[in-house]
């Protein structure tokens, strides 16, 4: 049984910019346990998109470790990742769909039908993914980091920029997912977001975990400076 408490490990992480010439990311300590779904949240630039970057592998700290629980880093595709802005190949939507899941035909358990109806693409099935509108690309996206069943889903502002029914349908699967068992790590600015899905809240400031807590905590006993102006809307200078 994978114990909880280390799910997934950070230990003295630390990502430079020698450009800037200064620190990027500076983690000393940060756990993820199995069994929430972990909001990182914080300002633009803060750091959170580059710490799930961290997190897939895309990029390489300059010093420290990331260790993952041996039971899923022996895993084939054990991490998946919903980006922001994300590409898709040059082909209609039933095709990027039916790629991803001839990568995992050992594993999945839906048919590019399926996945097309929970996530509302079959009107759009023989479109470029290119040429899907806004919302439809983030449910693609979504559509395909869930479909490689990996073990844990890293969702970097999943719903940015959506409206209200794509972000309740996305949100919709995340809860599903997470039920399923898989680990969530999601990005999100929304603090309503935050508090209709987090159970475990990360605020990250210039590169830095300011404080880690169960969202009952982090949204009304939070005494962080930063984390109160935040929650307030106000700039952190």
């Given at each position: 049984?994978?114990?909880?408490?280390?799910?997934?490990i950070?230990?003295?992480?630390?990502?430079v910019?020698?450009?800037e010439?200064k620190?990027?990311?500076?983690?000393p300590?940060?756990?993820?346990?199995k069994?929430?779904?972990?909001?990182?949240?914080?300002?633009?630039g803060?750091?959170?998109?580059?710490l799930?970057n961290l997190?897939q592998g895309?990029?390489?700290?300059?010093?420290?470790?990331?260790r993952?629980?041996p039971?899923i880093r022996?895993?084939?595709?054990?991490?998946?990742?919903?980006m922001?802005?994300?590409?898709f190949?040059?082909?209609?939507?039933?095709?990027n769909i039916?790629?991803?899941?001839?990568?995992?035909?050992?594993?999945?358990?839906?048919?590019?039908?399926e996945?097309?109806?929970r996530?509302d693409?079959v009107?759009q099935?023989?479109?470029?993914?290119?040429k899907?509108s806004?919302?439809?690309?983030?449910?693609?996206?979504l559509?395909?980091?869930t479909s490689i069943?990996?073990?844990i889903?890293?969702?970097d502002?999943?719903t940015?920029?959506?409206?209200?029914?794509?972000?309740?349908r996305?949100?919709?699967?995340?809860?599903?997912?997470a039920?399923?068992?898989?680990?969530?790590i999601?990005?999100t600015h929304?603090?309503?977001?935050a508090?209709?899905?987090g159970q475990?809240?990360?605020?990250?400031?210039?590169?830095?975990?300011?404080e880690?807590?169960?969202?009952?905590?982090?949204?009304t006993?939070?005494?962080?400076?930063?984390?109160?102006?935040?929650l307030?809307?106000?700039?952190?200078?």
């Amino acid at each position: 049984m994978i114990k909880m408490k280390d799910f997934i490990i950070i230990k003295n992480v630390l990502l430079v910019s020698t450009k800037e010439n200064k620190n990027l990311i500076d983690i000393p300590d940060l756990q993820f346990d199995k069994n929430s779904i972990s909001v990182i949240m914080g300002h633009n630039g803060s750091g959170k998109t580059l710490l799930l970057n961290l997190l897939q592998g895309l990029i390489t700290p300059n010093s420290g470790s990331i260790r993952f629980n041996p039971k899923i880093r022996n895993c084939k595709n054990f991490i998946s990742i919903m980006m922001q802005k994300p590409t898709f190949l040059r082909r209609t939507t039933q095709q990027n769909i039916q790629f991803i899941l001839d990568l995992n035909k050992n594993k999945t358990r839906m048919s590019f039908l399926e996945v097309l109806e929970r996530f509302d693409l079959v009107p759009q099935k023989n479109i470029l993914a290119n040429k899907l509108s806004g919302g439809e690309k983030q449910r693609l996206s979504l559509a395909l980091a869930t479909s490689i069943n990996s073990k844990i889903l890293l969702l970097d502002e999943p719903t940015a920029n959506a409206d209200p029914l794509t972000t309740f349908r996305i949100e919709k699967i995340i809860k599903e997912e997470a039920s399923a068992g898989k680990k969530i790590i999601l990005v999100t600015h929304s603090i309503a977001q935050a508090k209709r899905l987090g159970q475990d809240i990360i605020f990250i400031n210039n590169g830095k975990v300011l404080e880690q807590n169960k969202a009952t905590k982090f949204f009304t006993q939070s005494k962080t400076k930063e984390i109160v102006q935040f929650l307030k809307g106000e700039i952190i200078l």
